[in-house]
């Protein structure tokens, strides 16, 4: 089994905290209705380490920005195990595709 970060289509935008890789973070989610996307902030500590990634599908979040202890020690990776998607869109988003977490010892993509 793995685990999954739910974003709730109906309060975006909106921020929550979230326990990743033994740490806590807090996640902001909006929505680009302009373009059709979803972005993603990551703050710790009260710092911002990332402003508004883009969600894309089969990416892992913060892949090209990574610092190590600024951001969780866990992959996310927007997919969709049932493979009826391959983009992330907001009907399908928490819908068919999830915000995985990949601890990189159950891999599940």
């Known amino acids: 089994m793995y685990d999954t970060i739910t974003i709730n289509k109906e309060l975006v935008p909106y921020t929550f905290n979230i326990l ?63 493979g009826k998607a391959d983009s992330v869109t907001f009907d399908n988003l928490s819908e068919t595709v999830q915000l995985i977490i990949d601890d990189q010892e159950t891999s599940v993509i």
């Open 20 to 82: 990743l890789g033994g740490e806590l973070f807090e996640i902001g989610i909006d929505y680009n209705e302009t373009y059709g996307f979803f972005t993603v902030t990551l703050s710790k500590d009260d710092e911002t380490v990332c402003d508004g990634e883009k969600i894309v599908y089969g990416k892992p979040l913060f892949e090209e920005i990574f610092v190590s202890e600024k951001f969780p020690a866990v992959d996310i990776i927007p997919y969709d195990i049932s």
